[in-house]
C-alpha cells in the first residue's frame, strides 16, 4: 500500500482544499480540510475521539471504479 502521510507543510498548503471527511461513529462531515481538522478538534475537546479524515477524492474514484466493474459484470453499457 502506498505511503499516503503528508507533511506538516503538505498539510498547512492543504488548509482551504475541499473534498476532505471526518468519519465518526455517528457521521460523517464533509468540508476542507480546515472544517473537519476544527469538528474534529471540538470532539476530542469533549472527550470523544476525534475520528477519522480522509481524502474524499480516493475514496470515491475507488467507488466509481468498482461501480463500473459491477455494471460490466452484470453485463449493463459502461
Known sequence: MANNTLSKEELAASRNSPGWRLETDAAAHDGTLEDVAKLAHERHVRGEHPGLIR????????????????????????
Open 55 to 78: 481524502r474524499v477524492e480516493n475514496s470515491v474514484e475507488l467507488d466509481m471504479l468498482q461501480l463500473e466493474a459491477l455494471w460490466y459484470s452484470l453485463g449493463l453499457p459502461v
